[in-house]
Each structure stands twice: as C-alpha cells, then as structure tokens.
C-alpha cells in the first residue's frame, strides 16, 4: 500500500487584508488524461492570491468556498467560467491585471 505525502505551508496574513475568495480553473493535459482543475484562492487587498485549495470535482471547490465564505465573512468571486470575449480584448491595465489573474 503507498503511503502519499502532503506538505502543508502555514500562511500567515491578516484577515482584514483579504477582499475576497476567488474561484478558477485551469485545464490539465498529461499523457494519458486531461481535466479540468478547480482552485480556491484568498484576494488580499494589494492583488496577492494566496491558494487555499486545488480540486478536481467542481462541486467540492463550491462547497469549500462556500464555507469559507460564510465563517470569514468574505464574498466569493466565482471567475470558473468567465472568459473574456475577444472584442473586448484591449490593451489596457485592468485586462492584463485580469489576463494574469484569472484567463
């Protein structure tokens, strides 16, 4: 039987200096399978994520964010399926501080 290893990292932050929990996806592809992955990040009011959680059921990540929406009184930004539409798409800051962060 495997024994799996995870390594825990302990973030220290005050709770005040984050704005919200930010839900997004990334698509995985490796050799012979290919998901979508789902992660859960805490916005602090200077723009860093700081990621809580990475899943693969859509519905866990929503019931994570959820939770920790509701006890620490932060609003979720649920950015899964937001996609800018490619006539919008300008050459400004505010689209590639979005770009980077969410696309």
Not at 58 to 63: D, E, G, P, Q
Not at 78 to 99: C, G, M, N, T, V
């Given at each position: 039987?495997a024994?799996?290893?995870?390594?825990?990292?302990?973030?220290?932050?005050?709770p005040f200096?984050?704005t919200?929990?930010?839900?997004?996806?990334?698509?995985v592809?490796?050799n012979?399978?290919?998901?979508?992955?789902?992660?859960?990040?805490?916005?602090?009011?200077?723009?860093?994520?700081?990621?809580?959680?990475?899943?693969?059921?859509?519905?866990?990540?929503?019931?994570d964010?959820?939770?920790?929406?509701?006890?620490?009184?932060?609003?979720?930004?649920?950015?899964?399926?937001?996609?800018?539409?490619?006539?919008?798409?300008?050459?400004?800051?505010?689209?590639d501080?979005?770009?980077?962060?969410?696309?």
């Amino acid at each position: 039987m495997a024994i799996m290893e995870h390594k825990c990292t302990a973030v220290s932050f005050r709770p005040f200096s984050t704005t919200t929990v930010q839900l997004i996806r990334e698509f995985v592809s490796g050799n012979k399978s290919s998901y979508y992955s789902y992660e859960l990040n805490l916005v602090r009011t200077d723009g860093e994520r700081i990621n809580i959680a990475d899943h693969g059921s859509l519905h866990a990540i929503l019931v994570d964010a959820e939770t920790l929406s509701n006890y620490s009184s932060i609003p979720v930004w649920d950015a899964i399926d937001y996609r800018i539409p490619e006539q919008a798409i300008k050459s400004d800051i505010k689209h590639d501080f979005l770009r980077r962060n969410i696309i």
